[in-house]
Structures are given as structure tokens and as C-alpha cells.
């Protein structure tokens, strides 16, 4: 019943930007942590960044830092990527996650079968 939808991925040049959005339904957004996931093709998924309940607290990949920044709107059931300054390196197709009881600072160290809840991924490819 739960369900997380990613949006606003696509072909972007190195440098350029890209917003990913992802909208929840089916269950109490207010109360869970959220993070974002990335996968590239014959890699494992990796962390990318976190947001605590009220979005006072976040947590990102250091090679994210500076460049990402991650935010949500409680009134729409939405969390955010911004991604600016992107490189070939971050073309991955991206994870929307949340969870009931982790923080944000510990969702990094989450594997994929503890996670509560998965989107289905957008695909972000960044070209040279």
C-alpha cells in the first residue's frame, strides 16, 4: 500500500543540473526519515543522502557534498535532490528510501532488506 514514486531524472551535460522529486502515499510520511540511493550498472547501491523528520538534520556521501542537497515538503509528501555541478561519475539510476525507524545520520549503514520502504528508481545519465 505504501508507495514511493522518484520523478525528474533524464540526459543532462556534465556541469548542468538536475531536481529529483519523490512523492509518498499510503502511509504517515511526517514521521520517516528519507534518503536517497544510487545504483550504477554493475556496481553496488551506495548511499547518496539523508533527511530527518522535519528536515532539520541531513547527512550525504562525501563525494556529494557541496554539490547535492537534499529537502522535503511535508505538506506534499515530497522529498527532494537538488544535484548541481554534475559529473559523468554520478550517471545512476536513483533510489528514493524511507524508514520508520532509523535517523538520518545512520541511514547510510542501512542495507536494502532493512529498509522500509523503496521506490522503483529514476535514471540520471550525465554525459561528457
Known amino acids: 500500500q505504501v508507495q514511493l514514486v522518484e520523478s525528474g531524472g533524464g540526459l543532462v551535460q556534465a556541469g548542468g543540473s538536475l531536481r529529483l522529486s519523490c512523492e509518498a502515499s499510503g502511509g504517515t510520511f511526517v514521521i520517516w526519515t528519507m534518503g536517497w540511493f544510487r545504483q550504477a550498472p554493475g556496481k553496488e547501491r551506495e548511499f547518496v543522502a539523508a533527511?530527518?523528520?522535519?528536515?532539520?538534520?541531513?547527512s550525504y556521501e562525501d563525494s556529494v557534498k557541496g554539490r547535492f542537497a537534499i529537502s522535503r515538503d511535508n505538506t506534499r509528501n515530497t522529498v527532494y535532490l537538488q544535484m548541481n555541478s554534475l559529473k559523468p561519475e554520478d550517471t545512476a539510476v536513483y533510489y528514493c528510501a524511507g524508514d520508520r525507524r532509523t535517523t538520518a545520520q545512520a541511514m547510510g549503514a542501512m542495507t536494502f532488506e532493512r529498509m522500509d520502504y523503496w521506490g522503483r528508481g529514476t535514471l540520471v545519465t550525465v554525459s561528457s
Open positions: 533527511i530527518s523528520l522535519g528536515g532539520g538534520s541531513t
